[in-house]
């Protein structure tokens, strides 16, 4: 069965980075775009940023942009999202999904894993 397993979260201060990665099993991981998502407390989720199958292409929710970077290891089956410039309005639990499709603007998810928290305050 698909498993995505989040890991690399953490308490960070304001201006500090992170990187949070994604062990995925169950499936054949370089045939899938993959993405992350967030949920703040209290909000619903929120796209983050989603990468091709092959690593070339990237995108990103405009707030991330320039500050987040995704890539993958499609050797390791692994998914990372390296963050820098964190804000305490990047706190969330941090989710990795595999993508169904693309409608429009919007990313669909088929599958995502438990989450990682990262808090972001002094």
């Known amino acids: 069965q698909v498993q995505l397993v989040e890991s690399g979260g953490g308490l960070v201060q304001p201006g500090g980075s992170l990187r949070v990665s994604c062990a995925a099993s169950g499936f054949t991981f370089s045939s899938y775009y993959m993405s992350w998502a967030r949920q703040a407390p209290g909000k619903g989720l929120e796209w983050v940023s989603t990468?091709?199958?092959?690593?070339?292409?990237?995108y990103y929710e405009d707030s991330v942009k320039g500050r987040f970077t995704i890539s993958r290891d499609n050797a390791k089956n692994t998914l990372y999202l390296e963050m820098k410039n964190l804000k305490p309005e990047d706190t969330a639990l941090y989710y990795c999904a595999r993508v169904a499709g693309r409608f429009g603007v919007q990313w669909e998810f088929d599958h995502r894993g438990q989450g990682t928290q990262v808090t972001v305050s002094s």
């Open positions: 990468i091709n199958t092959g690593g070339g292409t990237t």
